[in-house]
């Protein structure tokens, strides 16, 4: 508790809103925007990337023609990220 005497957790009816209710979960892949991109990737534990794939103007029509080298270059090196990437885009 803190000194007002009340908890700090959060509000049940914060815990309680789904974690899907971002856009990306409802639309298809090539609507995405790069928010939405940028959200995804910190779905995928991958927010590292974020700020990069937004600097590159990343978006849902970019995401499925992405290849090995193109994520690459965009500082996806490690193998096991890019697996992520390409699975979730499966």
């Not at 815990?15 to 609507?31: G, M």
């Not at 974020?50 to 270059?73: A, R, V, W, Y």
Request: net charge positive.
């Amino acid at each position: 508790l803190n000194p007002a005497g009340r908890s700090r957790s959060p509000s049940p009816s914060i815990l309680q809103q789904p974690i899907s209710n971002k856009p990306f979960t409802t639309k298809p892949v090539h609507l995405w925007t790069k928010p939405d991109v940028a959200d995804w990737l910190g779905r995928l534990n991958l927010g590292e990337h974020k700020e990069t794939f937004m600097d590159n103007e990343i978006d849902g029509s970019h995401l499925p023609n992405l290849q090995k080298e193109d994520l690459i270059d965009l500082g996806v090196t490690r193998v096991g990220h890019r697996m992520n990437i390409e699975r979730a885009l499966k």
